[in-house]
Each structure stands twice: as C-alpha cells, then as structure tokens.
C-alpha cells in the first residue's frame, strides 16, 4: 500500500461532515493528514480548494473550533491500530490565520491539538515570522514548501536549515490540476531524498498510474484537490456516505 | 525611506509572502526592474509614450472658484484625470509594459477594481502589440460596464471572478493563480502600490511622475500666487496615486501629505474600507504584511464604497508604514461626502472628479475652511469621472436619468426586433 498524505478542509462541507471525511481518509489507509484551516483569499489553491474553504467558512469555522476539530481528529488516529501507526496530522493555512492569532501562540494550540506539524505556503522559510522556531520549541516541526522549479541555490537554501520533511509541489500553478510527471521533476526529488530528508510530492496527483511513478522517489504522495472533489461529489449527502465515499476514492490511490 | 528605488521592506510592511512557485518570477521581475530603472533608455522610452500617448504633462488647475466660496485656503488640482484613458494608471500600465516587453514577455495579465488600471492595461497593450487578459470581478463588472466596453474594444479579454467578494481583492487572487502556471511568457501588471515586493517599489517609480510635475507646478503656479502649499490630499485605495503624487516630498517636513481613505456608510465592519487610524490590523495577505482589514481571526473581511477603486481591504506597505510613521496623515470621506464634491468641483470649475479622487477633493473642501487664505492646497484628481457616470447619474440624475435609461432599453429593443426580421 502506497503512503499518502491525504487532504482535507476542515468544516467542509460542514463540522460533522467533515470529521467523518476524517474517518473516510483513516479508513482509506492515509499515511499523513493534512488538514487545512480555510482562509478567505486561498491563492495558492485552485477553484476546488477555495470553494471548499468558501463553504467551510460559511459553516461557522473560526480558529478556536478547527483546533477542536483536530483534537477530535487527532483522537481517531491515536486510536487506530495498524503497520504504520496512527496517521500524523500536518495542519495546513495560510500566513494571515497563523499572524492574527501570534505565530507562537498558534503553533503552541495546534501542537496541542494534536497536530505534529504546519505547512505554511506563504510563510517562506527565509521569512517566516518565526514559525519554524517555534514549531521546534513546541517540538514539531514546519514541513516547508518548494518547486520543482526552483533554482538550486534557493533548494540549498532550504536544505540547509535540514528540515524532517519538505513538502515538493511538482508543478507550475495551482492546486488541482493534473501533472505530468519528468525526469527533471524526479530527479529533484531524489537530490532532496538523498540528503536524508522525507520528500512529499504533491500537486494535481489523481490517478495510481501518478502516485505508482512516484512513489520510488518520495516518502509519501500527497493527494489535495482529487480528495476533495470527492467530498464535493456528495457534499449534500449523510456522513457516512462521504465516510465511504472517501474511503473507497483513497483506496483506489494506495492501492 | 523612498531614496531608493528598490526597498522591499518599509519599516515592518512589505516584504515577499508567497508560496515558493512565485518566488522565481518576482525574483526575475525585481533584477529586471533595478535593471531598467538604471537604464537612461528605458527612461527615454517611458518618456516618449508619456508625452505622446499618455498625454504628459497633465495640467494643474487654479480652483479660484471654488476657493473664493470656501473663503479659506487655496485650492489646486492636479488633473491627472486627463490622461489618456481617464486615470493616473497609465503611467504604471505604460511602465510595467514597457519593463514586460524587455523581459521578453508575451503576455500581459491584469487585475482591476473600478476598472480604470484594466482600460489602462489594455490600452497599452493595444498599443505594443500584447495580448491582454484582465481579471475583474462580477459585482465590478455590474457597476463598471462601460469599462468592460471600452477593454474589450481594446482588444483585452475580461475574465470575470466569481468567487469570494468578487471585487477587487478576488481579481487579485485569481490573476496570482494565472501567473502561478503562466509566468514563463507572462508578467503581472499589478495596478496598486501593493502586492509581493518589487510592485510596491516599482508603482510607486512609475507613478512618482504625477509628484514631479506637481514639484514643478507648484513653483509655477501656486508659488507665483505668493501661496505657501499646505497640505497635498489625494484619495487612498491600494495607495497607487497617493504615493507617486506624495513621493518627491516624503523626505521633507513639508507640506503636510493626507491620504484619504472611503469612510463609505459608516464605520461598522463591512461598512466601509478604512484601513489606518486604527481599524485595520497588521496582517499578512495576498504576499505582503501592512494594514488589513480582517476579522479576529484573520479573515479578511468584506468593504464598502461607492468607488469600486477605494474598495479594497489592504492599504500598500509604503503608506501604511508613512501612516504608522506620522509623515502621512489619513483621513476618511463617506459615499455621501465624495458626492458633495463632486457636485461642487463640477459647478465651480467644470470638471468632473472620478468617485475615488472625490474623496481625496471632499477632504480638501474641509480643511480649505480651515485655513487662511495665504495658504494653498493642491488635490490629486487622480481620476476623471466620465466612468462614473452610470453611477453618479442615478444618485444625482433623478427621474429624468432613468427615463433616458427606459428610452435607450427602448430603442435598443425596437432596434433588435426590427434588424431581426
């Protein structure tokens, strides 16, 4: 079974829906969540994510109560028994939600939510406010962001600060739409996975056919947009529908 | 802190907050523009559309009129309105085209508010030879119509927003996302003094001209009165107009510099888009940190004003740190007050103020009763008001407005119905 780091929007399509869109990504044999916080202008997210994070603000989420949602989260996945342990959650937002609450203070509440990790798209790591410091003193970690795109110096730059795990959006643009995958876009992840740092690649995966070719050259394969437009498939429908449905779009990916 | 081209921070605003896919274009547009602002030729070629094209100098109007009914300080205005296509825009629409054609781009994208920078952009585009793609927002689009009219016949194509306010600030995200996937042959024209370092440096340098000339015309004409200048006033969305109009004289004492923010129905949230004097917060959003207006949370919350250009939640970098600094004063004008002097220019002195520099023109009303009559004022009228017109004719226009309306729908129909037998 291949790892994933299965996406999720936290509220969408609403709080109940959405902890069973937990389940359905646990029960789908997600290696990773990543949960993200919805924020009013995404821009690093296509029409699937900000829809989702439009609906998911509409249904009443605030800071306080998606931290409550990881916590209930986070007590799934410390329940389940399985060859990889529980599933790791990575919470996922954009610099404005992290800034209004205090860095600090919101990575001190989200690891104590439950949450081993941030990934933070418009914090970079050379100008990040502070973030990745204190995600250590609270000891997690900040899984920084590049592309396949970026220039060596800046890869090295990033490098150096020797991060647990990078997080390698595979392509020019948006979340969402599909990535042909090269040999130049491998070979930058295996020069990352060489240094001993685990590599998530993601970025318009949606297929086994994508996640089997990537799956030799990162630690984990990282499913967005594929997952929640399976959400947005039967958003309108009862929880457990959307458990299963979940479950059964993950499994076709891991395989 | 503008005696340099390129500054990146100003004090703790600015900066470059993007997901990693962005930093390579904005690291090439930075090299470029150093580049170019260091390059006597492509000052040269900014100048030759400025003079045949934008139409430069925009002349300084003596508001004697209005003045004398006031029976306070003199009141000047910088009729930048009259350059081609209507606003101050084009000056950094022709810069950040001409800096796009040397990089080799082929593409131009824009976003745009009231759709003044998106007619700007377009223009300009016809002009080089650029195709040209402007993102607007639906609710834009409706009060903006003729706008949209006057982009497409240059050519341009209007891709409407749908999502989130759908205003200017969704424009700016989905023009962000174009450029994400597009970059290798397209460069964004930012239309404000804000967005990811270098577009707050480089609008403000391509709008610094708008100052310039005021520098020059006030020798000109203001002094030659026996007039000591006061305050300069200009209206504050983004901050585009402002900062170029106040540049050359940020680094002296004076004359006071006041940005005047849409104070819109009132001060509750959703109610109007006054960033400074406390109502917006320090933030984080759409690649740059200054004063927002957001919710506890974050969130960016929704605006209001009557102009779609002062509509907008962020205040650039630059200004918020010149307000926080105390060089720059602000000061708000509702809906109501950006309609009174409108009204009032048009009577006294035959011209027209766009809705946003009305706000800037409402302030310069109420501290000209304030001062004495040595003193003198000058106003940025960044914009004209033709574009208006759908909108400050039903406010004013009364009945007989919309039975023209009723006759054009008319017409037009009895047009289609005959053409189509």
């Not at chain 1, 937002?93 to 990790?117: E, K, M, N, Q, W």
Request: glycine share 12%.
């Amino acid at each position: 079974m291949s790892r994933i780091m299965a996406h999720m929007v936290a509220y969408y399509p609403d709080r109940k829906r959405s902890l069973a869109v937990a389940e359905g990504l646990i029960d789908g044999g997600a290696s990773y969540l990543e949960i993200q916080f919805p924020f009013s202008d995404p821009t690093a997210d296509g029409p699937a994510i900000q829809e989702a994070s439009e609906r998911a603000l509409d249904a009443g989420f605030t800071v306080q109560s998606g931290f409550d949602l990881v916590r209930e989260i986070a007590a799934l996945t410390g329940s389940r028994c399985g060859p990889d342990g529980a599933p790791p959650i990575f919470l996922m937002t954009y610099a404005s939600l992290v800034y209004a609450r205090g860095v600090d203070r919101f990575i001190a509440d989200g690891v104590d939510a439950g949450a081993a990790g941030f990934i933070l798209p418009d914090l970079p790591f050379d100008h990040d406010e502070g973030a990745a410091a204190a995600a250590s003193r609270h000891g997690a970690s900040v899984m920084p962001v590049t592309v396949t795109s970026a220039p060596a110096a800046r890869l090295d730059g990033l490098l150096a600060t020797d991060p647990e795990y990078v997080y390698v959006a595979l392509r020019r643009g948006i979340t969402g739409s599909r990535t042909d995958l090269d040999d130049a876009t491998l070979g930058v992840l295996d020069r990352i996975r060489a240094t001993g740092t685990k590599v998530m690649a993601g970025f318009g995966v949606s297929d086994r056919a994508q996640v089997v070719a990537l799956e030799a050259h990162a630690h984990a394969v990282v499913v967005g947009s594929a997952l929640v437009r399976a959400v947005a498939a039967v958003a309108d429908g009862p929880a457990d529908a959307i458990r299963a449905a979940v479950a059964n779009r993950l499994r076709e990916l891991t395989g | 802190m503008a005696d340099k081209v390129y500054n990146d921070y100003f004090g703790e605003f600015g900066g470059r907050y993007v997901a990693e896919v962005l930093r390579t274009p904005l690291d090439e547009l930075e090299a470029a523009f150093k580049d170019a602002m260091a390059d006597p030729g492509f000052h040269a070629e900014v100048d030759a559309i400025a003079d045949t094209f934008v139409g430069r100098p925009t002349p300084m109007l003596y508001a004697r009129n209005s003045s004398d009914e006031l029976g306070g300080a003199r009141i000047f205005v910088k009729l930048e309105g009259l350059a081609n296509t209507g606003a101050h825009k084009i000056n950094n629409a022709v810069g950040q085209a001409l800096l796009a054609k040397r990089m080799g781009k082929t593409r131009i994208i824009a976003e745009t508010g009231a759709g003044q920078h998106g007619v700007a952009t377009a223009a300009v585009c016809a002009k080089l030879g650029i195709e040209c793609v402007v993102y607007m927002g639906e609710v834009d689009i409706a009060r903006q119509r003729p706008n949209v009219f006057f982009m497409e016949l240059f050519g341009a194509t209007v891709a409407p927003v749908s999502s989130g306010q759908r205003t200017l600030k969704d424009a700016v995200n989905e023009a962000l996302r174009d450029w994400a996937a597009s970059f290798a042959d397209t460069h964004y024209v930012i239309g404000s003094a804000l967005g990811p370092s270098p577009y707050p440096d480089m609008v403000r340098e391509f709008q610094s001209v708008v100052g310039r000339e005021t520098q020059e015309q006030i020798e000109q004409y203001v002094a030659a009165e026996g007039l000591s200048v006061e305050a300069l006033v200009a209206c504050v969305g983004g901050g585009s107009n402002a900062i170029g109009f106040f540049a050359p004289f940020l680094d002296q004492a004076s004359p006071r510099l006041i940005g005047v923010e849409a104070g819109g129905r009132g001060t509750e949230p959703g109610q109007h888009a006054a960033r400074m004097k406390g109502l917006g917060r320090t933030g984080i959003v759409q690649g740059y940190k200054s004063l927002f207006l957001l919710s506890d949370d974050g969130q960016v919350q929704d605006t209001h004003s009557l102009s779609a250009g002062l509509d907008y939640p962020g205040i650039g970098p630059q200004l918020a740190a010149l307000g926080v600094s105390g060089r720059v004063e602000f000061a708000r004008a509702t809906d109501a007050d950006a309609l009174d002097a409108l009204r009032f220019f048009a009577r006294n002195e035959g011209v027209v103020f766009a809705l946003e520099s009305a706000h800037g023109a409402a302030e310069a009303i109420r501290i000209a009763r304030e001062l004495p009559r040595d003193r003198a004022i000058v106003v940025n009228m960044s914009g004209r008001g033709d574009k208006d017109l759908f909108i400050t004719a039903r406010e004013l226009g009364g009945p007989r407005w919309k039975s023209f309306l009723q006759s054009e729908v008319d017409r037009f129909d009895a047009d289609a119905n005959g053409g189509g037998e």
